[in-house]
């Protein structure tokens, strides 16, 4: 009988806590420092440039201070957090779970309280700089919550009469409002309050879903990411439905990858499934197509080690069914629009008009699918300059965008690896929604926005995080993630440069 080697945890038992971090200090560590100082120093250079450079249209002193504070608590904190959770190794991974929790959670109250005051001293209301988006959806909400007390539950007939559109795209967020509209009196703060609960519950998902195709250094580097990174905090403090669409999205691909991956496969876990698809066409009708077809395609092409030909052929009816049957038309619609887009150059029809509108940019023109595509992982670049009133969030978060900028180098790293070693048939349900996506993205008129980047972003971190612990296997990857801020420095200059003198500023 083979004697077997004790575990990591069995090896610990017993072992002091301080003699455990100095074994820890010595061990090759997940989050280097070369990771924190390349990131931090560039951003720092690239805002003092570009404000030295356009000192007359300079971003305002709070705008600076939140990207900041933003790069500092994602790369500076994100260090020490991982240190604690490589500590932690010896403990249980619920412990971590709650930890983690704690960790978004926190961040994202203090956001909320922050923003909701300052938009309420500074503009007299809880929405601020927001656009219309925000309002339409506080007043429908507002009208749904009349719909219920009068038991009056036509949701999309009455919708679609007080809107005059019926696209149910907007029409779940609507009536979600509506129901904590109903049960709060119209309170806003716990509308934003609950955002935080869905975001922290998110981070936890995407821990859970990492683990299971990454394993669990890449899980923990995965969930921090997601738990830091500011700009999932900003649409926490936001009346607007991307927090909400996240946690859906994320937890329809966390759910249908735990059942493609289980021995069993039962009705159970199969028709909550296609519910929380269900949900998303409300939200978002085009990424409830994306969810449902990179799970048919998922199903289908999945290396045989993880999803049987049984499993494949019942997933494949279910969500087939779904599309056909619950979807109907509004699939066949949105899909005509989107091919409809692609011919019709609504995407470039669409920045010619911004090159054209007050304010606009002369060099939006030039702007299309072929210049977003190699960029989509990456975009948008970080806004570092005022040209005019306006454009708040997107000042706001440059921080957040500029994080985005250096993680999208492992993200593409990642995907690479992957396509040469054939493990991509492994991680093929988070592989496809995400790609699949993006494509749609590419092709519309939004792949610049990074408002429209939000459902995918926690995938690509968890793509980022297993690139990171790829690069830190070989240390040709060190000197490339060199090369790769020097780009992002010279980008985020350009990007700026391209924003003032596409309005003759420059």
């Known amino acids: 009988m083979t004697q077997q080697i004790p575990t990591y945890n069995q090896q610990q038992r017993g072992i002091p806590i301080p003699l455990q971090r100095r074994m820890q200090a010595k061990a090759p560590s997940i989050w280097p420092k070369w990771l ?44 020490a957090v991982v240190k604690s959770a490589a500590i932690d190794k010896i403990h249980k991974a619920k412990n971590f779970e709650k930890r983690i929790f704690l960790i978004a959670f926190v961040p994202r109250l203090i956001w909320v309280i922050l923003i909701y005051t300052i938009f309420m001293q500074t503009y007299g209301d809880a929405f601020g700089f927001e656009n219309a988006d925000a309002p339409y959806y506080h007043d429908l909400g507002k009208y749904v919550a009349t719909l219920i007390s009068k038991g009056n539950f036509h949701f999309y ?27 709060t009196e119209n309170s806003i703060i716990v509308v934003r309050l609950l955002k935080c609960l869905w ?47 996240v946690f859906l999205a994320v937890l329809f691909v966390e759910q249908s990858d735990q059942m493609l991956r289980s021995k069993q496969l039962t009705a159970w876990k199969v028709i909550p499934i296609l519910l929380i698809a269900g949900a998303i066409f409300t939200f978002r009708t085009p990424l409830g197509l994306v969810a449902l077809l990179a799970l048919i395609f998922s199903a289908a092409m999945s290396s045989t080690r ?4 049984g499993k494949r052929i019942v997933v494949g009816f279910f969500a087939v069914a779904l599309i056909g049957i619950v979807a109907g038309n509004r699939i066949e619609e949105k899909s005509r629009q989107l091919f409809d887009a692609v011919e019709s150059r ?46 708040e969030a997107q000042q706001l978060n440059h921080g957040g965008n500029f994080i985005k900028n250096i993680l999208s180098g492992f993200t593409l790293l990642a995907l690479v690896i992957l396509l040469l070693s054939g493990k991509w048939r492994e991680h093929l349900l988070p592989l496809s929604f995400m790609l699949g996506y993006l494509v749609v993205l590419v092709f519309s008129s939004f792949a610049q926005s990074e408002r429209f980047h939000q459902p995918i972003m926690p995938f690509e971190l968890i793509f980022a995080a297993y690139g990171l612990s790829i690069a830190l296997s070989h240390k040709r990857y060190k000197r490339w993630y060199m090369y790769w801020c020097a780009l992002m420095f010279v980008a985020a200059i350009a990007w700026n440069w391209f924003k003032m003198a596409g309005r003759g500023l420059a």
């Open 199 to 245: 975001s922290s519950i998110t981070v936890v998902l995407i821990y859970r879903l990492a683990k299971r195709n990454f394993g669990e250094q890449t899980a923990r580097i995965a969930a921090i990411f997601c738990a830091l990174w500011p700009n999932f905090w900003y649409y926490c403090g936001a009346h607007l439905k991307e927090t909400e669409m």
């Open 36 to 79: 924190t100082q390349y990131a931090v120093g560039v951003y720092l250079a690239a805002l003092a440039i570009v404000t030295i450079m356009y000192s007359s249209y300079s971003l305002p002193w709070y705008y600076m201070l939140s990207g900041i504070v933003a790069v500092m608590v994602f790369f500076l904190y994100g260090s």
């Open 346 to 391: 609504q995407q470039e029809n669409n920045m010619e008009w911004r090159s054209r509108r007050e304010h606009g940019n002369a060099f939006a023109k030039y702007a299309g699918s072929a210049v977003f595509a190699p960029m989509i992982f990456t975009i948008p670049f970080p806004t570092m300059v005022r040209p005019y009133e306006g454009q």
């Open 306 to 309: 993880v999803v049987s030909w």
């Open 157 to 183: 007939e009455e919708i679609s009469k007080w809107s005059g559109n019926d696209d149910v795209s907007d029409m779940g967020y609507g009536i979600y409002i509506g129901f904590v509209y109903w049960m």
